[in-house]
């Protein structure tokens, strides 16, 4: 693993080494519970991106490492049962370290807007309260999620701010 907080947080809660490859959905994953609820379009929404993902990683391996069943497998036990919120507080700040650090910036900053891009998606996809005030569409605990999504899906470093756009 390449960090040992990431390796000891991966053993205490007791996840796979293939989940490392899923570190991207662990926004959507939050945005999804954010409300509470994991509600089908939400769920639809977070899946396209995720087998998305699956394909984009396995050619840059150049083989196919990661499989649906790899893929299934975590959305088991993160989307379709609701994971601690503290693992995937935790989880969301590796993953968007990991995002912006990686080889090409270019591609990172590409893919963090994607994953900002699913974010509002997911919030507006679904509403748990009918009828909803005028700015009620997207729940205050997901409105909260995408404030603290934005800087850290914009940054360049931990240091210096650089928006994606």
Not at 98 to 118: N, P, T, V
Request: charged share 30%; glycine share 2%; with cysteine.
């Amino acid at each position: 693993m390449e960090s040992v907080e990431l390796d000891c947080l991966f053993t205490i809660h007791g996840l796979k080494e293939t989940d490392l490859y899923f570190l991207d959905l662990i926004p959507l994953v939050e945005m999804i519970w954010a409300d509470g609820n994991n509600q089908e379009e939400e769920i639809r929404i977070l899946a396209d991106f995720a087998h998305r993902h699956r394909v984009e990683l396995n050619s840059i391996l150049g083989f196919d490492a990661i499989t649906e069943s790899n893929l299934e497998d975590f959305l088991q036990r993160f989307v379709h049962r609701r994971p601690p919120q503290e693992l995937l507080a935790e989880l969301r700040s590796f993953a968007c370290k990991r995002l912006l650090q990686r080889s090409s910036k270019a591609q990172g900053h590409d893919k963090a807007r994607k994953i900002f891009e699913y974010c509002l998606d997911i919030a507006a996809a679904c509403v748990v309260n009918y009828p909803y005030a005028l700015r009620e569409r997207i729940m205050e605990r997901e409105r909260e999620l995408l404030i603290q999504l934005l800087p850290l899906l914009t940054r360049e470093s931990l240091d210096e701010a650089e928006p994606i756009v």
